[in-house]
């Protein structure tokens, strides 16, 4: 069945570093590819997303392209803040089925 | 004002309970879901539902079920309880039955454990 793969945390980087979360991703046909993130206490807040092959999704500095023939949703920011400390999952979503990463953890140290 | 909220935040029972966790959304929105959280962290979804549809995850064991008394209430009852169950369960909610293109609003988490 379809999968999602993100790398495994934690991330600690200090303030301003640059950011990479790799997700790669299983799936027939053509998933469309989301990015949540996931503040403490709080509930999953849509980041950002991508339907189609090379479109680039992108929200509050951070951006993530899908790349259909890497099977890849990277999720980068040029510059991370303190308040970017969260856990972000990559997602996808086909066939009416939502699957989701395990999350990585981000600290952002000042 | 907490668009999607849950009750409770924590959840401790016995094996062989019987517990509901409750689930309110105050954006108007049609679409309700439910996702269980497993120990790796992976979310899984387990039902979607609106007025017109129920959509059942076929893996989700016939001691979940989703009762709904309106549009803003989506409430997970849990016959039965086994270790198994213990996780963290995700609410949310989104405009249209399609809507996983949609944005989706999730509550805060309800943890669970068994004992």
């Known amino acids: 069945g379809d999968s999602v793969t993100q790398m495994e945390g934690p991330v600690t980087l200090s303030e301003e570093a640059f950011l990479t979360i790799n997700c790669t991703y299983t799936a027939t046909g053509y998933p469309s590819l989301f990015w949540y993130v996931q503040y403490p206490g709080e509930g999953l807040q849509l980041l950002l997303k991508?339907?189609?092959?090379?479109d680039k999704g992108s929200n509050k500095g951070f951006e993530a392209t899908y790349r259909k023939e890497t099977t890849s949703f990277h999720l980068e920011k040029g510059s991370v803040q303190v308040s970017d400390s969260a856990v972000y999952f990559c997602?996808?979503?086909?066939?009416?089925?939502?699957?989701f990463g395990a999350g990585t953890r981000l600290t952002v140290k000042p | 004002d907490t668009a999607v909220s849950q009750t409770p935040k924590y959840l401790v029972t016995q094996m062989g309970n019987d517990k509901s966790i409750k689930c309110e959304q105050n954006?108007?929105?049609?679409?309700m879901y439910w996702y269980k959280q497993d120990s790796k962290k992976f979310l899984k979804i387990m039902f979607s539902?609106?007025?017109?549809?129920?959509?059942i995850n076929e893996t989700v064991p016939n001691r979940f079920s989703p009762k709904s008394p309106d549009k803003a209430h989506l409430n997970l009852h849990i016959n039965s309880l086994e270790l198994g169950d213990s996780a963290v369960y995700f609410c949310?909610?989104?405009?249209?039955?399609?809507?996983?293109?949609?944005?989706?609003?999730f509550g805060p988490g309800t943890r669970l454990t068994v004992l």
């Open positions: 997602a996808l979503y086909n066939n009416n089925d939502m699957r």
């Open positions: 949310a909610s989104s405009q249209d039955l399609g809507g996983f293109l949609d944005t989706q609003y």
């Open positions: 954006l108007g929105h049609d679409t």
């Open positions: 539902y609106n007025n017109k549809e129920l959509i």
């Open positions: 991508a339907t189609k092959a090379d």
